[in-house]
């Protein structure tokens, strides 16, 4: 195969990327993507702030053209995010009653997800609940100190039913050691949820790694929660540097576990990068591809 979406899809995989609407009038940036990846993530379309910044308007404009790019190049979408505290509008912060709280979440869920419902692949539910550190607990947010902790089962069950096809992921990041604290409160967190029947699918595991790359229990990690009986995906990987080794390395972690099913990098270029000062991405400025973008496709 000579692209990554090709390459990827000889093992039943996809190869993504995160995309910005406001960058499809660029035609490098839109022949890059058309060419090399079969599935898009919003990187900001479809968050909270996007799609609802005060209370019932919702605003699907910028999410649509998205959509609409993906649904026409025959690439699968992505669903980023429903439930995130961040690039969250201050008008969700400022709730403090759990009734008023609970039911702006389920329409925000129900009205988002219903949207597209039947275009999304995986939809990634709630986005990084889980707190830095060795706690091992949720994050403070407006949801889990409202709500309790059962906000994120809540969230779930209400994406099941506005969008039945859709796979349900949890989501976040410093989650790939296996060595962590965080990495193993999101594995109980599944592990509870499969247990109980709480509608789960898939754990995404964003993947932002330093210039060293995957930690080296990267591939115990991803077969672990896909051992819970979830799909695996690696989400948002960008890597400081880009060194070859180092992206051929993660990408062989997720092939070497038959249920991580997806890899999506945070976006195409160097220059369109939230990290861009770090190069970490598959081709540079001018579009060329990277030596590591040759080292992913001879691993995939
Ligand atoms: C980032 C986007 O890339 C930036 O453009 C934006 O300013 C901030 O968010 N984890 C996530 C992504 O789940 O949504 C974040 O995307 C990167 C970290």
């Known amino acids: ?61 910028s999410a649509d053209r998205i959509a609409n790019h993906a649904r026409s190049q025959g690439k699968q979408l992505r669903g980023h995010t429903l439930v995130w505290h961040s690039q969250l509008p201050d008008w969700v912060k400022a709730i403090r009653d759990a009734n008023t709280l609970r039911s702006v979440m389920n329409n925000h869920i129900n009205t988002v997800a219903g949207r597209y419902r039947g275009q999304i692949h995986s939809w990634d539910v709630v986005n990084e609940a889980f707190a830095d550190g060795g706690s091992g607990q949720l994050r403070p947010s407006v949801f889990r ?31 790939e050691d296996w060595n962590s604290a965080k990495t193993q409160g999101v594995y109980n967190l599944v592990r509870d949820f499969k247990s109980r029947g709480v509608p789960i699918d898939c754990v995404g595991l964003q993947a932002h790694f330093g210039s060293g790359g ?14 819970l009986g979830v799909d695996v995906q690696i989400t948002e990987l960008d890597i400081a540097q880009a060194g070859s080794t180092q992206y051929a390395n993660a990408v062989k972690a997720c092939l070497n576990v038959q249920r991580c ?24 400025r001018s579009g060329n591809k990277k030596p590591a973008y040759e080292s992913v496709l001879a691993a995939l």
């Open 145 to 175: 100190d409202v709500l309790g902790n059962g906000f994120i089962e809540e969230a779930f069950r209400t994406a099941r039913t506005a969008d039945p096809g859709a796979k349900l992921c949890y989501n976040d990041y410093s989650i």
């Open 214 to 227: 995957a930690p080296g229990t990267f591939q115990t990690t991803i077969a672990n929660m896909a051992a």
């Open 1 to 61: 195969a000579t692209t990554l979406g090709a390459a990827a899809a000889q093992s039943g995989r996809y190869f993504g990327t995160a995309v910005a609407g406001g960058k499809l009038g660029d035609s490098q940036y839109t022949t890059i993507l058309n060419r090399e990846f079969n599935s898009i993530t919003a990187e900001n379309e479809m968050k909270w702030d996007h799609t609802e910044p005060s209370r019932n308007n919702f605003t699907f404009g």
């Open 261 to 284: 099913t997806g890899i999506t990098t945070w976006g195409i270029r160097d220059s369109d990068s939230w990290r861009g000062s770090e190069n970490p991405l598959l081709f540079d």
